[in-house]
Nanobody, 120 residues
Framework: QVQLVESGGGLVQAGGSLRLSCVAS????????MQWYRQAPGKQRDLVAG???????NYADSVKGRFTISRDTAKNTVYLQMNSLKPDDTAVYYC??????????????WGQGTQVTVSS
């Protein structure tokens, strides 16, 4: 398993920007994919963005063109740059690591989450 620690959340006005960070306890080169999820009050946890070990990225339709996921392998860190924030982006944001074992079992690790609040 890998431990993940998110940071960078906060309160921002609509139209503003934030950058979230997720630091892993071991080299992210050993992790098959890193993802950001978010969960608003009373709603399910949804995938926001993901990045694979080959730097292939994917995004939820609601954030395409506004959010960018990236990674720094030297720092074992994955980032989520969030621009043009909207009140609907308000949620707790979670980082998740996906590791595929030699037996092809998928192993998931979650961070503790960081709150993002966008005011109108």
């Amino acid at each position: 398993q890998v431990q993940l620690v998110e940071s960078g959340g906060g309160l921002v006005q609509a139209g503003g920007s934030l950058r979230l960070s997720c630091v892993a306890s071991r080299s992210i080169l050993t992790i098959n994919a890193m993802q950001w999820y978010r969960q608003a009050p009373g709603k399910q946890r949804d995938l926001v963005a993901g990045i694979t070990g080959s730097d292939i990225t994917n995004y939820a339709d609601s954030v395409k063109g506004r959010f960018t996921i990236s990674r720094d392998t030297a720092k074992n860190t994955v980032y989520l740059q969030m621009n043009s924030l909207k009140p609907d982006d308000t949620a707790v944001y979670y980082c998740r690591a996906v590791t595929i074992s030699p037996g092809r079992t998928r192993l998931y690790s979650w961070g503790q989450g960081t709150q993002v609040t966008v005011s109108s």
